[in-house]
């Protein structure tokens, strides 16, 4: 999954890049709104965390641009302004949530998720595919009870195809939503990935649960 | 300690005005019984006179003496000894002509007296009590009858004398009902009176009563509403002064509220950063890398609330004007010299500035000066544009010097230039940069303020200026 962080405090952006990355989650970081704006005209961001006081262009300015560009994505604000007029503000100007410093980085992560479980529609924090389980809270993938070692990669392609089941998912999709933008990796490197998580998740005598699709990608069905 | 002793305006125009009335009612009733008393008196006295002068007018001198015509008429109120009437008539020899039968042993006058007006005296007559007595010389009439050719070429008849006493008891007993009725009168009055004046006072001060509850049941959140005028005229003045002090009260309570908005907000963004790096740096201590980073980001937000904390308590010791000031001799190019090495110990890579301070000497507290300039550097330096073009003059005006640092920086409107010396103004609201606390300016302000230095800011495209305005004679403090 891929996130935005508008975050003018480079202090508190090394540590959300930080914590979000081993989360599992690529992290794209601006300072400021117009910054932001450059990088959502070029990517797809699965969430972008908001900060509202930023220098030139503020936070609401910033979302008011990105909804007039009709553009989808889940803005979760993460601001110091409490007032309730502020949030009312933000969530009426199209935020999704509405977080206040200071922040418990735990919380901040579970309301990532459900928004990302808002975007593909799905309520509940498990994803089963036949007798596979992928708990999306605990990170953590079962079959048949016991419980399999994904790392933070490996989980999160499994993951997105999971979200996307039954639609072809591209290696470049993959590789954007895995790695922080300008980041270079090589399609050789998703193969690889996900060859060991079909070494890890599937059984000798049934059929891989994620496909390859020849010229395009992967697709769970 | 004892508390100043709290005085009534209810009581003290009760007291007064009741005090007062009551004075004047007294003293009315004092003339007004005074005047009875004459007027009762007088009647009196003119009774008793008439009586005499009948008496006088029926003495008749005839050619054989005097004949008293009523000598022979019996006059019941001369007979008994309880009175009322008694009578003499003196003779000119000192003899005694005629006495009533009342007066039996008793005497009115003790011998002949020549009275040539009637004269009143009050007259003890026991055992029957009080008397008025009029004494009145007269002379007799001559009895036209008598042949008195020779005696009256004699003269004129001798005068005799008349003493006629009447029993006063009745006018007395006048005198005292009428100062029974006037002081019930007085009772009655006073009573009136002070019922008026009580719910006189108590209607006159009830607008002032309502505004003492108004103002008890006022709380903090009710400041902003201004109080009612009663349509008292006494009132409206201080109803008037009451709204504007309360708006005072309001606005700097208002302010004081920004301030501690301001002060929790810009200890958000530290407090945020400092609990996301502990959690993060705890959840995966293994990645060191990051954690020794967050160790130093700790130490920097440390030093930056360390910053914070030692320029809002500068702020509050200077509101509360505990700030110590020596003043002393300076030379301003020496302090120049100084703020400049500590600004190239801070900052090594700050730009240079043109133009110097000439050895002039001033009088001022040299850290406080010190302090002052070297905010107002750093801030130069800080947010100047490149070029940054920074620059110091000095210049003598009228009867000050004038120091102005100046640096290229982005446009300020009038507002802003105003503005930037409050606690927390940035010129982009979300511009905190997590090293400068937005308090400098404010503490610049008010040590200017405390050393008696005037402190202007201005903007002429594309270049920044702050300019100290220093009186050449400061007095001591």
Known sequence: MKLLVVEDSERLQRSLFTGLSQEGFAVDLARTAEEALDLVQTYTYDVIILDIMLPGMDGFGFLQRLRSQNNQTHVLILSAKDDVQDRVKGLVWGADDYLTKPFVFGELVARIRALLRRLHQNKCPVLKIGDLRLDLALRQVSRQGQVLDLSAKEFSILEYLALNRGRVVTRDQLA???????????????DVLVYRIRKKINLPAEDPVIETKRGFGYVIA | MSSPKTISIRGLLERNLLLGISLVLIAFMTLLGWVARSVFQDRFDEAVLDEAEVLALLTIQTDQGLDLLFSHTI???????????????????????????????????????????????????????????VTLSFSPQHDSRSSTTENSADGPPPSLTIA????????????????????????????????????????GLAPLNR???????????????PLQDPAVRELTPIINQLNGLLKRVADRL?????????????????????ASLAEVGRTWPENRQAVEGFFEDVGHISQHMQKMVANLLGLARSESHRIQINKEELDLATLWDRVQERMRLLNPNAPAWRGNLPAVSIVSDESMLELVLLNLVQNAVAHALPPADLAVAFEEQDNHW?????????????????????????????????????LGLALVEHYCAALQIGIEAHYVAPTFSIRLHMPKNQPDQ
């Open chain 1, 176 to 190: 954007d939503h895995l790695y922080q933008s300008g980041c270079e990796s090589s399609s050789n490197v998703i």
């Open chain 2, 211 to 225: 505004l003492g509850q108004t103002l008890a049941s006022w709380g903090p959140n009710q400041l902003n509403t």
């Open chain 2, 254 to 274: 208002e302010n004081e509220r920004l301030f501690s908005q301001n002060v929790a907000h810009e200890l958000r963004t530290p407090i945020a950063e400092l």
């Open chain 2, 402 to 438: 004038v120091l102005s640092l100046s640096n290229r920086s982005e446009p300020f409107t009038p507002d802003q230039l105003q503005d930037m010396f409050r606690p927390f103004w940035r010129k982009h609201p979300g511009s905190g940069d997590g090293f400068h606390s937005g």
């Open chain 2, 75 to 133: 006059m019941p109120e001369y007979e008994d000894p309880r009175g009322p009437h008694y009578f003499e008539i003196w003779g000119p020899d000192g003899q005694l002509l005629e006495r009533s039968h009342s007066l039996q042993n008793r005497k009115l006058l003790e011998n002949y007296e020549y009275f040539p007006e009637p004269v009143f005296t009050d007259l003890e007559l026991p055992p029957h009590g009080p008397c008025r007595l």
């Open chain 2, 164 to 203: 006629l006493a009447e029993r006063r008891e009745e006018l007395d007993e006048l005198y005292s009902q009428t100062l029974w009725i006037q002081g019930i009168a007085l009772l009655c009055l006073m009573a009136l009176i002070f019922w008026q004046v009580r719910r006189g006072l108590h209607k």
